[in-house]
DNA sequence: CTGAATCCCTGCCGATACTG
DNA sequence: CAGTATCGGCAGGGATTCAG
């Protein structure tokens, strides 16, 4: 039984929603980039790709991120059923940060972005330029 | 020669570009996400999946669609080495858009963010609420 | 038919300050 | 240590209008 809604290989899926006329939630691909939206997001899904993490040691990991963004990424993430928040009784408070199982599934998606930027850079500009 | 980046199953590659602690234009997958970004993108790639375009067949496809808003897309996609454009003389003139060989290899990656996006939708607001 | 230009409104995100 | 509250600047995008 093939309730993976996917197996065209160069078209899109059967699924109804493959069709709609409009930006809905409701399309998978939607739902994917609502998860990933937003800047920032996905680094700090990669620094939870390898391994939990202290609200503290998220904010190390990625300096220029404000404590705003940041807890908003962590609730966004939380929404989305990505990151999961273990807080821990005592004092000082101590919380850890994990990707759910399903956010663990977010390795390939990731993957599959780099790959595509990083394959065939072009020449934005001008012809031969050496961009960096 | 691995000039595929890629490689590692649970983690990200070993580029440089895998550490970046800010959000720049220089990860690829950064990049993909700015080919991709905004609404409407990937409605506008998925058609041209399906084969070349006239602009007003890409309304016609899309209707909510304002003209500004599409312009741009195929603009953004222009830049982005994902969308060609083909101009034939005469009157009245006759565009025609589709992707390049880069922009078909987005398939995969729509196809990667559909896959996430149709796994286990989430209970977002109640228990065993059948959201269809 | 194929777009570009303008206007305005909304939502994001960064900085700062404050609370449990 | 782990966040929330508030404000302001700026860019995204929708409707309309104008041009090639």
Redesign the interface.
């Known amino acids: 039984m093939t309730h993976?809604?996917?197996g065209h290989p160069?078209?899109?899926?059967d699924?109804p929603r493959?069709n709609?006329?409009?930006?809905t939630p409701d399309?998978?691909?939607?739902?994917?980039?609502a998860?990933?939206h937003g800047?920032?997001t996905?680094?700090v899904v990669?620094e939870l790709?390898?391994g939990d993490r202290a609200y503290s040691e998220l904010r190390a990991?990625?300096?220029?991120?404000s404590d705003k963004v940041l807890s908003d990424r962590l609730a966004q993430l939380g929404e989305?059923?990505v990151v999961e928040r273990d807080r821990r009784p005592g004092w000082p408070p101590r919380v850890r940060y994990a990707l759910t199982p399903?956010g663990r599934?977010?390795?390939?998606?990731?993957?599959?972005?780099?790959?595509?930027?990083?394959?065939?850079?072009?020449a934005?500009t001008g012809p031969g330029a050496a961009v960096r």
Not at 20 to 23: D, H, K, L, M, Q
Not at 27 to 33: H, K
């Open positions: 993976r809604t996917v160069a078209g899109l899926p699924d493959a709609v006329t409009a930006p399309c998978p691909v939607e739902i994917t980039l998860a990933l800047r920032w996905t680094l990669r790709l390898r990991a990625l300096p220029a991120l989305a059923g399903r599934r977010l390795g390939p998606v990731l993957q599959a972005l780099w790959d595509w930027g990083a394959d065939t850079p072009p934005t």
